[in-house]
């Protein structure tokens, strides 16, 4: 399908996939294994530019928007899903700081996180509070000049690696919600740590860490936004980050899709390869046609976002649903493709449907997307009087 | 530090099928790109050029559609790219090829040092590098597998790649260097280095640009003829000898004698 991308949007995309065909495919499955952080692959992605693709071009990066992040993560993403999500999570770490940071803020960290000098991370999550995320329980009390934060975020992509951390703490805890504020911390303020590293099920390449506060001293300067602004802060990042996990959610079943394929054609049985079979001819097709479909989705979605439009929850949360969904069900069928050979570590697709699974899970769990988009739905029919 | 590189565009061979009937490379829908052990000289110039400043100018001989060879190289941090381009140039064999370089690089007022890959992976001579040099007057240092440095003297330290090892090889610069892969790995380009390769201009010259002697350059001042390209047939038959090297070298030596070879045995220790 074309998706009439100009030159630059073309260019970004060919070096994403040369990046993810040459330098992360022969590593995915030695970075699985070893849960190792792909320092070396984000290096490389930092010196061709890719970390800059959806920053401001007065901020040192290239101009575009999430519609260039998602072709980025899509492509790294059919190659490792856990290198991409060190990149995507830097992404959703730096979106709030394009939204809601001033000048100076900007100045300070956008141009190093443009070059991958420095990555990001975005910590809302605590062991209490997941998808209800109002219930956090992190503070930051403002004392003096500097906000003193106590508390633990869990389950921080890239938490312990990101040198900069929108934090998202309660400044005023008789407003519950409201009283919640966006706080940036550096890696290396005293009284601020990485805890123990997560063994994963898949995405094993990506480091998921607690963040620990502990009487966390913070220049006040490191506001972002207002104070009680957190949960928009929170909330207008996700509606920019979603179409990132749905663009590796397309990754990743694109990735499955064409080994699947390819392996189709190689397995011989009853003297012919499989893909003779017509129960795998279908197979493929149906994974081909809901691949492409969720791709349409995400890349509707991300071309809504930038261009202006103002209620984007629901495309975006649309996008992230049937993404991952797709994710998870074409990157069972490519198990299913390969038979035996498929549930092997040896081969594959076996990490791809373990990498899938976290997509249905994380910024917001799919049940929480369908019901972002009810409520949107009803809104809408209240707003139109039906 | 003024360095050139000198590269060479040439058709994707991994991906180039023989006709076996013609015995001629199918050209068709085969890439071109830059031949790798350039990619390495490349990487290798730039990297010269971060650690002891200066610009990196990139050099072909070919045809017009060399363009995007060069146009690359500016992605990968190359800053000014010149192309020999003429009719009288073509049908060049590696000693034309060479004059012809040289003759570029003096038009360029010359560099403190000219990087190339060892070989081309078509014509797989290993010659324009060398020739080069001797036409430029320069020393030269083939299968560089790593420099060392350059001291305040003006002498660049490196390692030249031998069969169980390497040699350590001092040069006073100016000088010629063709380079191995294992001399570094080369970069991805860049999204940025992409934009300043399409809007760099480039310089094309012509034999009317360079002090030539008209009767050295192209088909004229190429004195090797390819009369015929083939794939070498497969050895046929052979034999195969199993057991203690001692006893199998014995065999393997009657047979020879026995063939015909006159091999004198020794004592045998
Ligand atoms: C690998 C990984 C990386 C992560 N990275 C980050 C990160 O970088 N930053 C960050 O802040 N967080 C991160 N998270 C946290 C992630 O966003 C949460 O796990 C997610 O929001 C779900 O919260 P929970 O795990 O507490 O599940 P729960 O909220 O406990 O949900 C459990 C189940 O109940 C369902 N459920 C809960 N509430 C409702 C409801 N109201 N209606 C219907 N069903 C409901 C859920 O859908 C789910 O099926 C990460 C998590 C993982 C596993």
Known sequence: MNYFLNEEQKEIQNLARKIAKEKIEPLALEYDESQSFPWEIVKILGQSDLFGVFIPEEYGGLGGGVFEMCLVVEELSSACGGIALSYAASALGTIPIILFGNDEQKKKYLPRLATGEIIAAFALTEPDAGSDAAAIKTQAKLDGDHYVLNGTKQWITNGGEAFINTVICITDPSRGARGSSAILVEKGTPGFEGGKKENKMGIRASATRELIFQDCKVPKENLLGREGQGFLVAMKTFDQSRPGVAAQAVGIAQGALDKAVAYSRERYQKGQPISNFQGVQFMLADMATQVEAARALTLQAAKTIDGGEKNVAKISSMAKLFASDTAMKVTTDAVQVFGGYGYMKEYPVEKMMRDAKITQIYEGTNQIQREVIALQLIKESVRRKD | ?269
């Open chain 2, 1 to 269: 530090m003024k360095i050139i590189v000198c590269i060479k565009q040439v058709p994707d061979t991994t991906n180039v099928k023989i006709n076996p009937e013609t015995n001629t490379l199918v050209r068709e829908g085969v890439e071109s790109i830059i031949n790798p052990f350039d990619m390495y000289a490349i990487e290798e110039a730039v990297r010269l050029k971060e650690k002891y400043e200066g610009t990196v100018t990139a050099l072909s001989m070919g045809p017009p559609q060399v363009e995007s060879a060069l146009r690359e190289s500016v992605s990968l941090g190359v800053d000014e790219i010149y192309l020999l381009s003429d009719r009288a140039f073509a049908g060049a064999d590696t000693l034309a090829t060479a004059y012809t370089l040289a003759a570029g690089i003096n038009n360029l007022e010359g560099a403190d040092v000219v990087l190339m890959g060892k070989q081309a992976i078509d014509g797989d001579t290993g010659q324009v590098g060398p020739g080069v040099a001797e036409n430029l007057g320069l020393p030269h240092i083939t299968d560089v597998r790593k420099i060392e440095e350059i001291d305040g003297n003006g002498y660049m330290t490196v390692q030249r790649l031998l069969e169980d090892g390497y040699v350590r090889l001092k040069v006073k610069l100016p000088a010629v260097l063709t380079v191995v892969k294992e001399i570094n790995e080369p970069r991805m380009p860049s999204l940025k280095g992409k934009m300043r390769a399409k809007s760099k201009e480039m310089k094309v010259w012509t034999a009317a640009d360079l002090d030539i002697d008209k009767e050295r350059i192209g088909l004229s001042g190429s004195p090797t003829w390819v009369t015929k390209i083939f794939t070498p047939p497969k050895p046929k038959g052979g034999k195969i000898f199993q057991g203690e090297t001692r006893d199998t070298v014995s065999e393997l030596l009657d047979e020879l004698v026995k063939g015909g070879i006159p091999i004198k045995r020794g004592g045998g220790k």
